[in-house]
Structure formats: C-alpha cells, structure tokens
T-cell receptor, first 110, second 113 residues
Framework: EDQVTQSPEALRLQEGESSSLNCSYT??????LFWYRQDPGKGPEFLFT???AGEEKEKERLKATLTKKESFLHITAPKPEDSATYLC???????????FGTGTRLKVLA | EAGVAQSPRYKIIEKRQSVAFWCNPI?????LYWYQQILGQGPKLLIQ????????DSQLPKDRFSAERLKGVDSTLKIQPAKLEDSAVYLC???????????FGPGTRLTVL
C-alpha cells in the first residue's frame, strides 16, 4: 500500500535555529515528490517538486532533497514567518495521484 | 493571474441535510481535484477530473458524495445526506496538467451538527 509518513509531527525552533523535516514514502511508480506550506485557514501553497534521487531545490531559507526512500526539507536560520504546517505529497501511478503526509507543524519563536 | 476560487468559505448544517460546494479553477487548467482535510491530517483526495472526465474517484464515498465538472471548467461537490464525520475542510485544487504542481483554493470549512 502506498504510504507517506512525515516526522516530527510538531517542531518548535528558536529564531535562527536550523533543522530538518523528514518525509519517508513507500509507493510504486513514483512520479514526483512535492512540498507544500499551509498556513492556518488557507489552502496549501506549492514550494518544490523533486523527481529523482539526488535532486535538490532551494528557495530562500528552504532546501529540499530527495533519496530513494525519503525527502528532507532543511530550514536554515528560520524566522517567525516560517511558522506553518509543511506538507509532503508523493505523486504515483498512471493517474499521477497525490498522496499527502499528515504534515509537520513548525513554530519558530522570536 | 486569479487563483482557485471556492465558495462558500464556511457552512454549518445539521446531520442528514445536504450541502454543495463550488470551485472555479485557474483558467486553462485541465486537471481539477477535490480533497477532504480533517483537522490535524493531510488532504485526502476525493476525486480527480481531467477536463470533464473522472480520472480517479476511488476514495469518494459514492453513497453520499457526488461531483461533477461541467464543460471542463467549474466543479461542484455535493454531500447528501451529511454525517457528523463529514466535518472537515474541503479543498479544491487545479493543475495545468496532471503531473504539474497543484494550486489550491482557500477551502470550505464544513461543520455538521
């Protein structure tokens, strides 16, 4: 069965304290892995797409990496405005179906 | 460029009542998705349309949920009759083509009493 697991469920960081979020997956026929940010009361907002092991993408303080079994979202020197839920989704199969993880709730304290 | 529009933003109904949600995707996006997001969980795909045809509805509770996408543009999702466990945020998303990133609307928060 296709599965996506994110850890930790919640993370509290001090401003400037770097960390990483994990997304591990077991799917057949991976098409792509996506990272989204979701703020309270809003829909998810697209951050990155990764397609193959070894691929990396960067945007401001965020960097996403991909291996054959998991992806990491590295947050360097986070700021309070980075506080949000970060969702990982894998796209698999002929219909390019999305399977989301349960997300990591990040809180960055000033 | 206008984003994905959804209405209403909030809806409160009694169990066994019916409710409908509307979605207008980004212009030109062929693929449209409806998701259910229960508090504290990730979005769960209910149905995926390619233009006006259904691609995947394997997780749609077809005894009570229905969806249509007329003319390959707007879409409606209906629940009839609603149950307490249907309380959730219903998200609509669209993508240019199926393998691209998805753009989400703000969602409709449904409360079933």
């Amino acid at each position: 069965e296709d599965q996506v697991t994110q850890s930790p469920e919640a993370l509290r960081l001090q401003e400037g304290e770097s960390s990483s979020l994990n997304c591990s997956y077991t799917v057949s026929g991976l098409r792509g892995l996506f990272w989204y940010r979701q703020d309270p009361g809003k829909g998810p907002e697209f951050l990155f797409t990764l397609y193959s092991a070894g691929e990396e993408k960067e945007k401001e303080r965020l960097k996403a990496t991909l291996t054959k079994k998991e992806s990491f979202l590295h947050i360097t020197a986070p700021k309070p405005e980075d506080s949000a839920t970060y969702l990982c989704a894998v796209q698999a199969g002929g219909t390019y179906k999305y399977i989301f993880g349960t997300g990591t709730r990040l809180k960055v304290l000033a | 460029e206008a984003g994905v529009a959804q209405s209403p933003r909030y809806k409160i109904i009694e169990k066994r009542q019916s409710v409908a949600f509307w979605c207008n995707p980004i212009s030109g996006h062929a693929t449209l998705y409806w998701y259910q997001q229960i508090l504290g969980q990730g979005p769960k795909l209910l149905i995926q349309f390619q233009n006006n045809g259904v691609v995947d509805d394997s997780q749609l509770p077809k005894d009570r949920f229905s969806a249509e996408r007329l003319k390959g543009v707007d879409s409606t999702l209906k629940i009839q009759p609603a149950k307490l466990e249907d309380s959730a945020v219903y998200l609509c998303a669209s993508s240019l083509v199926a393998h691209n990133e998805q753009f989400f609307g703000p969602g409709t928060r449904l409360t079933v009493l």
